[in-house]
């Protein structure tokens, strides 16, 4: 009986819906930092027996980078930037909702279809890879730099919930290696986002598009 | 040896970062780049006396990764004297981008070497990884270290560039993770773990259909990172807006690690039996981007997206030779050390060009071979080696795999292959010959050009052991090639 | 005395719904640091309507005479239905969901043709968002009862709702939970509430409900009121019957409770409309849009476990 890992995956799932919908900046670095700080929690939630040392260091260590380093690397990189409070989505609400849903439906049929290891807590696979999906979503539906980094961040939160689903138990090493690196991306991101805005006065990536074989007519010969 | 091999460019980036001084850091940069292909030498020697280092449970080189360490730290090599030269001239020279009137700054020197380092480090990482969990993060280390790289020269254009890569290679590599985990989860029942030792053992008791889930995620992956099409777009890019050097290491020696990341897992999947699956996959995609690269060579306008689409073009059919097995595992291999060695060799005199034309556009580069005799003839030498003519490294390698298609009875693959291969040759010669020869307008006021040999050395060095290789394969590499794709096809 | 009880619940029903907007209202006036209205204001007005005499357009037909009767009639029948205290309804057999829905439905298709008999273009208006914000709220609540039937086997409301015990809520906290909101969003939605609709404007611009009964008068505005009312308890009862799965089996204790659970809903529903601004028009598909999100998600979840 996993209740409050089961309603912790459920408010994971209606952060997607959120993140897919809402248009303000700030609030999308909130659920972002909400969600990461759920997906710390749950190896503390999902646990059969006693919750060891080692597990809390780490839940502690997850909790802290994503629900307060990261937003405050990302809103540091908003202030700086001076971006524009509103990240509108480019496709509709409605659109949104039913892609976060359709995402759900189809991660719980590949959830099904594959034989993944049990696991105590329901819907624990389509949610994370649901989360990956919303990842995309952020990615490729928004303009700005900022939430670009947003959307992996999602990504990176739905493939550590995947990989608590499948109880992959990576050595501590590696895990802090994954951290790492996940780390230096928010990182190097936020110092491009940075740079971005200086160089281009803004942070819409649909006008980084001066490199491209599509449009080369008129140049040269 | 391995832990030095694997800490010497790591501690020399980070004091790279803090040197001060310019010349020491160059100095640095040439020494550390002298030492690890010393080691890198050595491993490769006690591995042929028979008496390979062992290593610990985290890091060690078996053949495959021995080879990739071979390439990649001969690679290093040759960059490093260039970027030693290089920088002095950037030093120098103001930055006036390739775009007339348009200025820029450079990349601080300390930031760029220090990273070149741990570039270097990252990938010395991906190539000794035993554990898939380490491989991947080494791999997703490469992408955020040579990010500075691609930034050196600081304009629009390679920051739409650095962003690009960044974020499309994170986002690939993060579905590379999900395979990783997919992979963890189909050793679960059988208690096999991720790294590389058990999960080789282990294979036949992998479950199958997780298996495969794992090697499409991890395919997909890597491949954003190996250039292979679709999910090539970051390329072209990031290989045209960064100084030559980086484009070289980019092409020449991070590519490879993404192939050596999809090797390991395919290697994995022939163990258990899945040769067949992988092989498709590999195949599919491997026509995809000879195709897409022989589309966009056509009409390309840029000489280094050129050379980039022509990156996309040995990638697709190194894949392809990875995909039909046997001693297209081979061939696939030899391609990637010839592709290396030549790319490496073009772009750094693609460098040398830029130096002398100041435009990266082959419509205004007429007659080179006037101003810049001797870069002239290497451009157009390196055009030829990386077309295949024979004889040359690319030549026997494409010849394999072309052999073997025809071997295994696809016919079509064979003369799709070689239609692609002729498309992909007229592209080309137009470009080069357009460049090479032909009148040279009268620019007024053009200062002659003192071509620097410092530069076309290691150019005309590496286009140099391309066509050894093709001439003449001494043992030592072919036993060692032999033992990597043995690797690479999970039966050694 | 034990087939009575269930006809007591729905007397009681009967007579207490009108109270419900009372307490909302009663809500809004202390948090707005009003005195407010009394709490059984309804009950007057409803008095002094059905005194007097009910005043017809010379454009207007039967069909806008009938179009209260029937409103009221379909949510009375819809009542009956509804369970009581987690007991059975009068009115209860297998399918009775659908009934119910349909009924809302005819009472809604009644008051749309009635307000679209009188020709008026203001009332047109009307009757054409309610049309509109239905298309939402339907699909949310029918998807929601789908849910409940696949969580407790059962296809009638009864079933449902005696089936729910804290065993259930101990299975399946997370599915409910998001029914309830689901639930308590088209209840504001159906009710003409903020965020949806506001019961006190008389604005052309922002009403939704209150438009389309501006003609009717007397009596039949007294059914219509009460209709609304009517329509604000089932939805109560069934958030009330929700969050309420213990039954102790003593009748009194039970009963009790549940008005209680009521009468809190109600407030609730004062309470948001204290704490929230109406939605802009546009934006209130995207309030319903929501709520069958949460239908869905509860359904889909509920399958997939």
């Known amino acids: ?221 | 040896m391995t832990t030095a091999v694997l800490l010497l460019p790591l501690i020399s980036g980070l004091l790279a970062f803090v040197l001060r001084d310019d010349a020491s850091r160059r100095s640095l940069l040439l020494w550390t780049a002298r030492a690890h292909s010393t080691l890198a030498a050595l491993l490769v020697f006690f591995w042929l006396s028979g008496q390979p280092e062992a290593g610990g449970a985290w890091f060690a080189f078996d053949p495959l990764g021995l080879f990739f360490l071979a390439i990649t730290s001969l690679l290093f090599l040759g960059a490093s004297h260039y970027a030693a030269r290089y920088l002095d001239s950037e030093k120098r020279s103001p930055g006036e981008d390739a775009e007339p009137g348009f200025f820029f700054s450079n990349a601080p020197e300390a930031v760029f070497t220090g990273s070149l380092l741990l570039f270097l480090a990252a990938m010395t990482a991906v190539t000794a990884s035993r554990h898939m969990g380490l491989l991947w993060a080494s791999v997703e280390a490469t992408t955020l270290l040579s990010a500075p790289l691609i930034y050196f020269h600081r304009h629009k254009r390679s920051l739409e560039a650095t962003w690009k890569y960044l974020l499309i290679c994170s986002v690939g590599i993060a579905l590379a993770l999900v395979g990783n985990l997919f992979l963890g989860a189909a050793g679960v029942k059988a208690g096999v773990g991720l790294d590389l030792p058990s999960l080789l053992s282990g294979a036949p008791l992998l479950e199958r259909q997780l298996l495969k889930a794992a090697f499409l995620f991890v395919f997909v992956g890597y491949g954003t990172k190996m250039g292979l099409a679709p999910f090539h777009t970051w390329l072209p890019d990031a290989h045209s807006e960064s100084p030559a050097v980086v484009s070289a290491l980019l092409s020449g020696a991070l590519l490879n690690c993404a192939l050596l990341g999809i090797l390991r897992v395919s290697a994995v999947c022939a163990r258990a039996g899945l040769a067949d699956f992988t092989g498709g996959i590999l195949l599919l995609f491997g026509v995809l981007s000879l195709l897409t690269a022989a589309l966009f060579i056509l009409g390309q306008r840029d000489y280094k997206r050129l050379l980039a689409y022509s990156s996309i073009e040995h990638m697709g059919m190194i894949s392809l030779g990875a995909g039909l097995g046997g001693p297209g595992l081979f061939a696939a291999l030899l391609g990637a050390l010839s592709h290396s060695l030549s790319k490496a060799g073009l772009f750094f005199t693609s460098g040398v060009v830029l130096e002398a034309e100041r435009t990266k556009q082959i419509p205004e580069v007429k007659g080179l071979l006037h101003r810049a005799p001797l870069t002239a003839s290497i451009w157009l030498a390196g055009f030829l080696i990386i077309t295949g003519m024979p004889p040359s490294g690319v030549f026997l390698y494409k010849f394999m795999i072309l052999r073997q298609a025809a071997a295994s009875g696809r016919y079509w693959l064979a003369g799709l292959f070689l239609f692609l291969l002729v498309i992909v040759f007229a592209g080309m010669a137009r470009a080069f010959i357009s460049m090479v020869f032909g009148e040279r307008p009268e620019k007024p006021g053009e200062k002659p050009f003192r071509e620097p040999r410092g530069m076309l050395a290691p150019a005309a060095l590496f286009l140099f052991l391309a066509v050894l290789i093709g001439l003449w394969l001494p043992g030592w590499l072919d036993s060692l090639l032999k033992a990597a794709a043995a690797n690479a096809a999970g039966t050694l | 005395m034990e087939t009575l009880r269930p006809l007591s619940g729905l007397l009681a029903a009967l007579l207490l719904a009108p109270l419900l907007p009372g307490v909302a209202n009663k809500v809004k006036a202390f948090f707005g640091g009003r005195k407010g209205q009394p709490v059984l204001q309804l009950y007057y007005d409803l008095a002094k309507l059905l005194r007097k005499t009910p005043v017809y357009s010379v454009t207007s037909t039967w069909i806008f005479k009938a179009g209260p009767a029937v409103g009221l009639g379909a949510l009375l029948l819809a009542l009956t239905a509804t369970p009581f205290a987690g007991r059975s309804a009068p009115l209860a057999f297998d399918g009775d969901l659908m009934l119910v829905v349909y009924l809302l439905g005819l009472a809604r298709f009644a008051t749309v043709l009635a307000a679209l008999d009188t020709g008026s273009a203001f009332e047109g208006m009307g009757a054409s968002r309610e049309a509109q914000f239905a298309v939402f709220a339907e699909p949310a609540f029918m998807l929601g009862l789908g849910a409940l039937a696949c969580i407790t086997g059962s296809v009638s409301l009864s079933g449902i709702f005696g089936a729910l015990t804290v065993a259930t809520w101990a299975a399946a906290a997370p599915v409910l939970l998001l029914l309830t909101a689901a639930f308590f969003v088209v209840m504001l939605a159906e009710n003409s509430r903020v965020p949806a609709d506001d019961p006190n404007t008389h604005l052309e611009l922002t009403m939704i409900h209150e438009v389309m009964v501006l003609d009717h008068s007397g009596p039949d505005l007294a059914f219509i009121l009460y209709g609304a009312s009517l329509k604000l308890w089932f939805f109560a009862a069934l958030i009330a019957c929700m969050v309420l799965p213990r039954h102790s089996g003593a009748w009194a204790t039970d009963t009790g409770l549940f008005l209680l659970a009521v009468i809190g809903v109600a407030a609730a529903v004062g309470a948001v409309e204290s704490a929230m601004a109406r939605l802009r028009l546009l934006k209130v598909p995207y309030l319903l849009i929501t709520a069958f999100a949460f239908s869905a998600l509860a359904l889909i979840l509920q399958l997939a476990r």
């Open chain 1, 1 to 221: 009986m996993h209740i409050l890992a089961e309603l912790v995956i459920v408010l994971i799932i209606l952060l997607d819906l959120g993140l897919a919908v809402t248009g303000s900046l700030s609030a999308c670095i909130r659920l972002v930092a909400a969600q990461g700080v759920l997906a710390g929690l749950l190896p503390l939630l999902a646990g059969t027996e006693g919750i060891s040392a080692g597990t809390a260091a780490f839940a502690a260590v997850i909790v802290l980078l994503k629900g307060a380093v990261f937003p405050w690397l990302l809103i540091r990189a908003r202030d700086r930037s001076g971006a524009r409070q509103d990240v509108e989505p480019l496709v509709s609400y409605p659109v949104s909702v039913a892609f976060c849903l359709g995402s759900f439906v189809a991660a719980s049929w590949l959830g099904s279809r594959l034989p993944l290891p049990e696991t105590g807590v329901a819907w624990i696979v389509p949610a994370s890879l649901a989360t990956v999906f919303t990842g995309f979503l952020l990615i490729t539906t928004r303009t700005k730099a900022i939430t670009q980094v947003l959307g992996y961040l999602v990504m990176e939160n739905g493939i550590y919930i995947f990989g608590l689903a499948l109880f992959v138990q990576q050595p501590m090493m590696v895990e802090l290696a994954i951290l790492l690196d996940v780390f230096v991306a928010v990182f190097v991101m936020g110092i491009a986002i940075f740079h971005i805005s200086r160089e281009f006065d803004h942070i819409d990536t649909a006008e980084l598009s001066e490199l491209s074989d599509w449009r080369r007519e008129g140049y040269g010969s």
